[in-house]
């Protein structure tokens, strides 16, 4: 049985994530979305609010767990018997950074491996930075998240949050 974890932010989930989780999870036993605590980041959404908004986008993926930590990604990959790491690239320029953490994950963790996915061209251009931006103009942004996550995100701009 393989099991096999995908990290991020997630703040928040949008259509371009739900896709690699979707080709990930025909791909492995398992697929652990792993929402990150990162406290040097400020996000948007709680990681409570985050774990929430995913287990609902994946709730039709049957092999999906969602879990949040906090750390290094490969210390919580060991710990859940993950031995692939599931990275999405959207462009070139992504590819940069994701090499060198695969490489430094891989000296840290020879046990695990990384595993790439090209974002269907389609969500190509798709950040979760971009959907806060738009959002925060009112601008409609439900061809990018699910209805779940724009109900949140219209919550949060109501708020004055966005």
Request: with cysteine; hydrophobic share 45%; aromatic share 8%.
């Amino acid at each position: 049985m393989t099991i096999a974890m995908y990290p991020g932010s997630f703040d928040p989930v949008t259509r371009g994530h739900l896709d690699i989780i979707r080709r990930a999870a025909r791909m492995f036993d398992t697929l652990i979305v792993a929402v990150l605590i990162n406290s040097a980041k400020t996000p948007l959404f709680t990681v409570e609010e985050r774990v929430a908004m995913l287990k609902e986008t994946c709730r039709g993926i049957p092999n999906v767990q969602v879990a949040s930590f906090d750390g290094l990604t490969v210390s919580f990959a060991k710990a859940c018997g993950a031995t692939v790491m599931v990275r999405g690239l959207r462009a070139v320029t992504d590819f940069e950074n994701e090499i060198q953490l695969a490489h430094t994950n891989h000296a840290l963790s020879p046990g695990i491996e990384t595993v790439f996915l090209a974002t269907s061209i389609q969500w190509s251009y798709l950040s979760s930075t971009i959907v806060k931006e738009a959002a925060h103009y009112h601008q409609d942004v439900s061809q990018f998240v699910t209805p779940n996550v724009e109900s949140a995100l219209l919550a949060k701009q109501r708020q004055g949050e966005v």
